[in-house]
């Protein structure tokens, strides 16, 4: 069974940072390329990075490009977001989702994020 | 940036009865076209891809179609678990998008 567990979450100040994990398992972590998808409270869903199964390939939306980074552990079946410079529009439920063809396949239960003073 | 259009924004129907939901981009995303169904306090669910293929698992009464702009999400006979946000999701370019969702509710 696929396993998308997502830690790091929680609460930080207007400004701050926080690094968020994905853990995956029951499958081979190595073959798929992995995302993050972000949901605000009551609101939509909204795509925020994306990254190929051996690095090679990162893309971003433009609403994060040049504060989050994507970076992928293949030996610990892991992908993390850095989130820096957050913002109060950043505040949501982050979830991890596996690739499939251009959508998304498999997803985590989500971590919420709060960016709020 | 492409944006996709979901209609109608609210859908009331009645179990049994056959369901079409539509999503229009404002440019061609050729078949790059998902469909996600998102019942309250759980993740989304992905049921169709490239435009037409049910993913796996997902129940015939499912069906997608369309290409270029227009796409129909169809749910030939609803069951009461499918009542439910639904969400359509392109990607073109490295890029990727969601309509703002269809609410189907029960009439």
């Known amino acids: 069974e696929v396993q998308l567990v997502e830690s790091g979450g929680g609460l930080v100040q207007p400004g701050g940072s926080l690094r968020l994990s994905c853990t995956a398992s029951g499958f081979t972590f190595t073959s798929y390329s992995m995302n993050w998808v972000r949901q605000a409270p009551e609101k939509g869903l909204e795509w925020v990075s994306y990254?190929?199964?051996?690095?090679?390939?990162?893309y971003y939306a433009d609403s994060v490009k040049g504060r989050f980074t994507i970076s992928r552990d293949n030996a610990k079946n892991s992908v993390y977001l850095q989130m820096n410079s957050l913002r109060a529009e950043d505040t949501a439920l982050y979830y991890c989702a596996r690739s499939l063809k251009g959508s998304f396949d498999s997803w985590g239960q989500g971590i919420l994020v709060t960016v709020s003073s | 940036e492409i944006v996709l259009t979901q209609s109608p924004a609210t859908l009331s129907l009645s179990p049994g009865e056959r369901a079409t939901l539509s999503c229009r981009a404002s440019q061609s995303v050729s078949s790059y076209l998902a469909w996600y169904q998102q019942k309250p306090g759980q993740a989304p669910r992905l049921l169709i891809y490239?435009?037409?293929n049910r993913a796996t698992g997902i129940p015939a009464r499912f069906s997608g179609s369309g290409s270029g702009t227009d796409f129909t999400l169809t749910i030939s006979s609803l069951e009461p678990e499918d009542f439910a946000v639904y969400y359509c999701?392109?990607?073109?370019?490295?890029?990727?998008?969601f309509g703002q969702g269809t609410k189907l509710e029960i009439k």
């Open positions: 490239d435009a037409f």
């Open positions: 999701q392109q990607r073109t370019n490295w890029q990727y998008s």
């Open positions: 990254i190929t199964s051996s690095t090679t390939g990162i």
